[in-house]
């Protein structure tokens, strides 16, 4: 009898070494249980849709509480939030009356939103600049915990430390998202609080996406469940599909490689840096879109269709064609609710001058340098004399800061530290550049990649520094390949007369795109990960001394001889990152050929696929826990 206690009082309790995660066995057991009660309700309740959504409702509260603990109170205070905030609005919507107080209660829900989020998640980034700026050496103090010790002779919870709750940003997303659709009339209000509950909380996504809309999410609780043979087919796949970028690609090549060189990279060798910053590249697309397909598989079990939140991103030909692959239910949250309320492709606002001069001004006073305060005040007074004196060119510049305001406070989502910042900087300029770039001719291009191609020669000669070394390498590859594109787009014989692609492109120049953007964007990694599993306390001095060490790691002395001897020894990390670019950059129709035959196997065919699977997943778990890194966000 003890020992049945016992095991129910580890079932339903916290504990934090043991969450629910798509990695192991105890969330499938978890699943399994779901879908045996899943299935008793759809095929005997009569009120099936509603006892179903308040069944995944709980299911999803309890599945929170084995991630997180009792930051589920947390999440339930936000979806109660959200509800009432969107009945009250078209309560007031319905009596006609004033615009104005269905603004103010759409403004307090988002506020309220907006603060827990950055309490919980910017508390230390806020007062590490505040002591910057003022000279103070202030504390974080968690006042929740302290509050909680009021009532306990004991103090159950430590006061010096704020926890970030997993999954916050993506579930307060999520509800602000369906808090101005349902102000703008673009939907209605949930029809009751166990079906918004449900939308909010849905397990499989619940912790790190994608995120949802209610447009496109609620109509779906009042259908009645469906599966047929090729959906759960597809299920499985995007299951196994899932385990096998995480465990087998992601973890093992976070273990085993990358993860050493970022904690030390003076330790090793350029190549392995360089080599780690690739790794890297593939390792957060394998961790995050393998998460998302396991989500969208088992959600596809349970009748229910998440959107697609990855298109081989790696794939992109440019920064932007990036984006509107990587990510895409955040880049379109984004679009959305930030860029176009900001003004968008139309215009600038008040709002958009305003976060633009306030990042500006903070890095002027952070880093404190005469050379920063320099280029800052002269980009400030640029972009200042451009909209005065060049009225035509106003709306093309509102939409630059409008761009570089999103990915700048799209950087800061990710996380609290400098380097997420200069993360999303760095891609805001990638759109800028690309902005222009395609907007100019041959002629101009050509001037554009000599004096840049010179200017970065010169630097490099003046002023040699290994870091010098990384940069003039990357400037000099981009502007020499580009123009060698150039030269040979014109040549009719490998020009678009004779293959078949689109106006003004060719082969040749779809490939050096695709390569570059590639460099660019795995560049822009280095700061993404140097500022990861970072204590929030220690995250800006920590993570930007790794990103400067690695880029002079990779910008000192090569050793050819030596990379022989490193390939050999990290053999099955270059045959991981050789096979997952590969399969990445397979055609996209090669793909949907073996998802579809795979779902159309015989179903003992089927089992022994997923019982080899299970067999490789097991030979690549690690001892250590890799939770997915978007849990952290």
Not at 539 to 546: I, L, P
Request: with cysteine.
């Amino acid at each position: 009898m003890k020992d049945i206690t016992t095991f129910l009082t580890d079932l339903l309790s916290f504990n934090q070494d043991y969450p629910l995660l798509f990695t192991q066995f105890n969330f499938w057991a978890f699943f399994l249980l779901v879908m045996i009660f899943f299935c008793i309700i759809v095929s005997t309740s009569k009120k099936k849709q509603t006892l179903r959504n308040g069944y995944l409702f709980l299911v999803s509260l309890f599945f929170y509480y084995k991630t997180s603990g009792l930051f589920v109170l947390l999440l339930l205070l936000s979806t109660l939030l959200g509800y009432f905030v969107g009945i009250r609005m078209d309560k007031i919507t319905a009596k006609g009356k004033g615009r104005w107080r269905s603004t103010l209660w759409m403004i307090i829900a988002v506020v309220i939103n907006l603060g827990v989020l950055c309490y919980f998640k910017y508390a230390y980034f806020f007062t590490d600049i505040y002591n910057t700026l003022v000279g103070t050496e202030y504390t974080v103090i968690n006042h929740l915990a302290q509050f909680a010790n009021t009532f306990s002779s004991t103090p159950h919870f430590d006061a010096d430390v704020i926890i970030l709750p997993v999954g916050i940003s993506f579930y307060t997303f999520q509800n602000i998202s369906y808090i101005v659709d349902v102000y703008k009339h673009k939907i209605p209000h949930a029809g009751n609080v166990l079906d918004f509950g449900f939308y909010t909380t849905f397990f499989p996504q619940l912790v790190a996406g994608p995120i949802i809309r209610a447009d496109q999410f609620i109509p779906q609780l009042y259908k009645p469940y469906f599966l047929s043979r090729r959906q759960f087919g597809i299920a499985v796949f995007w299951i196994l599909n899932g385990l096998l970028k995480k465990i087998v690609l992601s973890d093992y090549l976070a273990v085993n490689f990358v993860d050493r060189v970022f904690d030390n990279p003076s330790l090793y060798t350029p190549f392995e840096n360089l080599s780690a910053l690739f790794a890297y590249a593939l390792q957060i697309y394998a961790d995050f879109s393998g998460y998302t397909d396991i989500a969208i598989g088992v959600a596809v079990l349970m009748g229910f269709y998440l959107p697609l939140n990855f298109n081989s991103p790696y794939k992109a030909t440019s920064p932007e064609d990036f984006w509107h692959r990587w990510h895409m239910s955040l880049s379109t949250w984004l679009r959305d609710y930030l860029y176009i309320p900001l003004g968008g492709n139309r215009k600038g606002s008040v709002a958009s001058f305003l976060i633009l001069g306030v990042f500006l001004a903070a890095v002027a006073f952070i880093v404190r340098t005469q050379w920063v305060t320099i280029a800052v005040s002269a980009l400030a007074t640029l972009i200042l004399a451009g909209y005065i004196f060049f009225p035509k060119h106003r709306k093309s510049m509102n939409t630059s800061i409008n761009n570089m305001d999103t990915m700048l406070l799209g950087g800061l989502w990710h996380g609290a530290s400098y380097n997420f910042i200069t993360w999303g900087a760095l891609n805001g300029m990638g759109l800028l550049v690309f902005k222009y770039w395609k907007r100019w001719g041959a002629i101009v291009r050509t001037i554009l990649l000599i004096l840049i191609g010179g200017g970065m020669g010169y630097a490099w000669w003046r002023w040699p520094s290994p870091t010098m070394n990384f940069f003039g390498v990357w400037v000099l590859l981009f502007c020499l390949g580009t123009l060698l594109v150039m030269l040979l787009s014109l040549i009719p014989a490998i020009g678009k007369q004779r293959t078949g692609y689109k106006e003004g492109d060719n082969p040749l120049k779809h490939v050096w795109n695709i390569f570059m953007t590639f460099l660019f964007i795995t560049f822009t990694w280095l700061f993404f990960r140097s500022g990861s599993n970072v204590d929030p306390a220690e995250a800006n001095d920590v993570a930007w001394n790794t990103a400067l060490a690695m880029l002079n790691q990779i910008g000192s002395q090569w050793h050819p001889e030596q990379i022989p001897a490193i390939l050999n020894n990290y053999m099955t990390v270059f045959i991981l990152l050789a096979l997952g670019l590969i399969i990445h950059w397979l055609p996209a129709r090669f793909k949907r050929r073996y998802r579809l035959w795979f779902a159309k196997m015989p179903l003992w065919l089927m089992a022994v696929a997923v019982v080899a699977v299970v067999f490789l997943v097991y030979q690549f778990i690690t001892a250590d826990l890799q939770p997915f890194i978007y849990f952290q966000f």
